[in-house]
Nanobody, 123 residues
Framework: QVQLVESGGGLVQPGGSLTLSCAVS????????MNWYRQAPGNQRDLVAS???????NYVDSVKGRFTISRDNAKNTGYLQMTSLNPEDTAVYYCNAAGKYWRGISLLNFSSWGQGTQVTVSS
């Protein structure tokens, strides 16, 4: 069973920075992709950033130049560095990861979600 645990959310003033972490556990054989989504109250969950093979990255236009997604394959952990935060960035941030894991001798695919971490940008 694959589990994702996010951390690093909190309250920050406009213009401030936060770094979110997403630790993936559970006999991981390979981490293919990691994505960060966010969901503000009353809104749908939207993709913010993704990192895939060879560390190719993509960002939604509203965070380009302010957010940086990265991962440490040795630790099976992903990160979202957020700078120049503004109140429109306030949301619950969710980590999603996909790849392969071992269940006994079987190599299986997974796509799992974290529980979410609240980011509030307010003065």
């Amino acid at each position: 069973q694959v589990q994702l645990v996010e951390s690093g959310g909190g309250l920050v003033q406009p213009g401030g920075s936060l770094t979110l972490s997403c630790a993936v556990s559970g006999n991981i054989a390979r981490l293919d992709a990691m994505n960060w989504y966010r969901q503000a109250p009353g809104n749908q969950r939207d993709l913010v950033a993704s990192i895939r093979d060879r560390d190719s990255t993509n960002y939604v236009d509203s965070v380009k130049g302010r957010f940086t997604i990265s991962r440490d394959n040795a630790k099976n952990t992903g990160y979202l560095q957020m700078t120049s935060l503004n109140p429109e960035d306030t949301a619950v941030y969710y980590c999603n990861a996909a790849g392969k894991y071992w269940r006994g001798i079987s190599l299986l695919n997974f796509s799992s979600w974290g529980q979410g971490t609240q980011v509030t940008v307010s003065s």
